[in-house]
């Protein structure tokens, strides 16, 4: 596969959605640092204004664009697609939700949901914007999977299967693009400390008894701060590196997936309980 050089930031326009809050607003503050125009995408209009006007305030001679925008829909998804430079250096499709329930207790609106924003707007949106990464020479892209685009846990069908999905999608990107001298970074965060488990959808059919404290069980296991992981993505676009686990709980259950391809489900099951109590007891510590 071709070789490509490091990835230069300064001078370039990189298109970043989810950029209101948790790796989004550090991925932003990060990009601007280095010096990139930035057109920011999210559905949170209230949230992605002061990260844009801090950015502006800091970096005045960056230039910095807002598009507010539910991705989970396709027309908005291809009206955000039209407002786009003509020329980029980086796309980072970072925005994601996620559905917590079994199979059989979420609907299908809420499965197709998920997979619209995970997957189907990443995808739309690198389609559109493909000739403009051609056209850059040395551009990149980044697509932000999960932890759970490498294994499959009980009650997350759907945010794996976006995740699966977006992870299979840039793999083949990779080959695709690097004889256009494009490259493709694919990221699985483990356990990240953002506002993902407080914005979660609930399955429909999901017992309300079950609603606060499976919310409080995902929240618990979030403890990775959301500055250091976009660092470490940054850098690994700098490197162009084809991918990247974030924490210590996402190494661990990769390596022990791919050593034990079949076995592994049990063993990650029982590792993913204890690290829960784990965190409780931490949180009980400091008094939170």
């Given amino acids: 596969m071709t070789r490509l050089d490091p990835y230069r930031f300064a ?3 990189a298109v970043l959605t989810g950029a209101a809050s948790g790796i989004g607003e550090q991925l932003a503050y990060g990009l ?15 949230r992605l204004n002061p990260v844009a006007a801090r950015i502006r305030t800091d970096h005045p001679g960056l230039t ?14 291809e009206d955000v697609a039209t407002r786009l430079p003509s020329t980029i ?4 499709n970072n925005a994601g939700i996620a559905l917590g329930g079994r199979f059989d207790q979420v609907s299908v609106e809420q499965f197709e ?15 559109a914007l493909l000739p403009a990464l051609v056209a ?14 490498l294994i499959a846990p009980p009650g997350q069908s759907a945010y794996c299967a976006s995740k699966f999905a977006l992870r299979g999608l840039s793999e083949s990107l990779r080959g695709e693009l690097a004889e256009n001298g494009v490259g493709v970074t694919t990221v699985h965060p483990g356990g990240i400390r953002t506002r993902i488990a407080e914005s979660a959808l609930i399955g429909s059919g999901v017992p309300e008894s079950e609603v606060e404290p499976n919310r409080k069980l995902f929240d618990a ?11 470490q993505i940054l ?10 686990l974030i924490a210590a709980n996402a190494k661990g259950p990769d390596l022990l997936q791919r050593l034990m391809p079949v076995g592994s489900a049990n063993i990650i099951r029982s590792l993913t309980a204890a690290s829960v109590r784990a965190a409780g007891r931490q949180k009980v510590g400091a008094g939170q």
Avoid: C
Wanted: glycine share 6%; aromatic share 4%; proline share 3%.
């Fill in 11 to 13: 001078g370039r326009t």
């Fill in 32 to 46: 601007a640092q280095r010096g990139s125009d930035l057109v920011l995408v999210d559905v949170d209009e209230y």
């Fill in 64 to 77: 910095v664009q807002t598009i507010v925008a539910d991705l989970a829909d396709r027309a908005a998804v």
């Fill in 89 to 92: 250096g980086l796309l980072i």
């Fill in 113 to 127: 949901q998920v997979m619209n924003v995970n997957f189907r707007a990443p995808m739309l949106l690198t389609h």
């Fill in 136 to 149: 850059s020479p040395g551009s990149h892209l980044v697509n932000v999977s999960s932890l759970f685009g």
């Fill in 221 to 231: 296991l979030l403890s990775f701060p959301a500055d250091r992981a976009a660092e």
């Fill in 235 to 244: 850098k690994a676009v700098t490197k162009r590196k084809a991918r990247l």
